[in-house]
């Protein structure tokens, strides 16, 4: 029992961490906006009379969210003036926050219409522009201010906060706004978006940036460029030559006809080659061809050294190429590939399988009210029980294992979904759909803390808004892609055999995480060992 009882306060000790905390206010400021901008704002719109076309347009302003890596740099390398006092973190967490509290007063304020949709579609880009610049500044103040034994608690705590958040600005604001209105909704939303704000002044810059050069080494930057500049000349050259020809041979020119069987092959295929390049249209594409590969010569050689275009470069470099290259150095060649692909293919069977959910719960039967209490109120908890868990595991057994129980336990519920759907009766028993949820939903919070605490463990603190923004779009949009074409896969091969693919496109993260966990610095990430004695 004293046993029991020391690992149960080991457990709870990292919660105790000051920056653990904080990140539970940082979450529910970062979950706020996002359903705002989207999932509310498309309900919002729909009852204003506006179309479905209008309203499916709308989502293009959560590419905000998906692209944030492009302005990420600008997070970790410009100091703010009069802000920046605050330190580089604050600063950036600051302004974003005051820019989704004045986008939501905005939205509050604007009377929705076929002559404001426009006026109502850029306030919502903003907000979300200022949101996703508020995740990237967040993401790096959480990888600063604790140590990596942290990481998993800090990504519990963060979590935690953004699905309260995320449930208040869904469920809460549809339920204000059928009382007092949409603009009394986007008006309270906005006041709770102002625990943002008094958190950024209450806690302290981390320690990690404090002690950090914002500007890069000049000597280190010029020696990078000096090793990209042939290597980028030969890529350079070759993409614009491949797309050449790609160009030519779309070109619609008859191939020649073979009269004998005598005729070779290498005959033939020269003077297909040579009806191209007889073509008006292949002469010009040719020509457009040659003239832009001597400009990208003269540009890579000649007018890059020029004053101007030298101090860009010198800025992209210390942006974004020093960021990539720390990656691959820290880990190393052999290490770094299979990570990077992990990164890829973790989330491939959650999210080809997430987006499906709701219209399966439909298809089978389950009427609105079951899917209401069991996916939306009882799913929500079962997740935050699944993300406090996973903050014991990580610091238990680590965050690659962590991820790998996590995926058994998705695939798991994944052949269950496709067991439900071959059963007779319509709908199933409620008790077969509590079941499905309540494993995916705990394997699900365990996913996304395990994965957010190995990704942020791969960054390094001195380009952590950078590297974590990279990592981030590298998995999200692989994987949305990917989930895109759930409908016609469905209409195809049916609802069982769609949940087998889903749990066997998880195949490739297994043997990843299985090859990477012979690491032993992988294998050890968030790991920490629970005392043995009182």
């Known amino acids: 029992m004293t046993r029991f009882i020391n690992w149960l306060r080991w457990c709870l000790s990292s919660y105790a961490h000051p920056a653990v905390r904080h990140m539970l206010f940082f979450g529910f400021a970062s979950g706020l906006p996002f359903p705002l901008v989207m999932g509310t704002l498309s309900i919002r719109l729909r009852l204003a009379g506006i179309d479905r076309t209008t309203i499916g347009m709308y989502s293009l302003v959560m590419l905000a969210y998906a692209l944030k890596f492009l302005w990420s740099p600008l997070v970790d390398r410009v100091r703010l003036p009069g802000l920046g006092r605050l330190g580089q973190r604050r600063s950036w967490i600051l302004l974003a926050q005051t820019g989704v509290v004045a986008g939501l007063l905005a939205m509050a304020l604007t009377p929705l219409g076929t002559q404001r949709v426009v006026t109502m579609a850029l306030l919502a880009l903003f907000t979300a522009f200022c949101g996703s610049t508020q995740d990237v500044a967040i993401d790096a103040y959480r990888i600063e201010s604790t140590d990596r034994e942290f990481q998993a608690a800090t990504v519990s705590s963060y979590l935690t906060g953004w699905y309260i958040a995320f449930f208040l600005g869904g469920a809460g604001s549809l339920l204000l706004s059928s009382g007092y209105g949409w603009v009394c909704a986007y008006l309270v939303m906005s006041a709770f978006m102002l625990v943002g704000p008094v958190t950024c002044f209450l806690v302290p810059e981390p320690v990690a940036i404090r002690e950090r050069h914002v500007t890069a080494d000049p000597t280190l930057v010029r020696e990078t460029i000096a090793r990209m500049r042939v290597l980028s000349l030969m890529l350079t050259l070759l993409a614009t030559l491949v797309i050449g020809v790609a160009l030519l041979l779309a070109l619609p020119v008859h191939a020649p006809s073979v009269n004998s069987v005598s005729v070779s092959l290498d005959h033939h295929l020269l003077a297909y080659i040579g009806n191209h390049l007889h073509s008006s249209s292949a002469r010009v594409i040719a020509l457009s061809v040659g003239a832009i590969l001597l400009f990208e010569l003269a540009f890579l050689l000649l007018l890059l050294p020029l004053p101007p275009l030298r101090f860009l470069l010198e800025k992209l470099t210390a942006s974004v190429v020093l960021p990539l290259n720390d990656v691959l150095r820290r880990l190393g060649w052999r290490t770094a590939l299979p990570v990077l692909a992990l990164v890829v293919a973790y989330r491939f069977n959650y999210t080809t399988m997430g987006v499906s959910a709701n219209v399966f719960y439909v298809d089978m039967g389950y009427t609105r009210d079951q899917i209401a209490l069991l996916s939306k109120s009882f799913g929500v908890g079962i997740t935050m029980a699944g993300i406090l868990a996973a903050g014991f595991l990580v610091r238990r057994i680590g965050a690659l294992r962590s991820m790998l129980l996590a995926l058994v336990m998705i695939s798991a519920a994944n052949l269950l979904y496709a067991a439900i759907a071959t059963l007779p009766a319509h709908p199933p028993s409620q008790w077969w759909l509590a079941a499905g949820i309540s494993l995916d939903n705990v394997a699900n919070g365990i996913a996304d803390v395990s994965f957010i605490a190995w990704m942020s463990s791969l960054t390094s603190k001195d380009y952590t808004a950078t590297q974590y923004a990279l990592l981030g779009t590298l998995w999200s949009l692989p994987s949305k892609s990917l989930a895109s ?30 090859w990477l966990l012979r690491h032993r610095g992988m294998r050890s990430i968030g790991r920490e060992e629970a005392p043995s004695r009182a």
């Open 485 to 514: 074409q759930w409908g016609r896969i469905v209409d195809a091969v049916g609802y069982p055999i769609f949940y087998v693919y889903t749990a066997v496109i998880a195949l490739p993260a297994f043997v990843l995480i299985l």
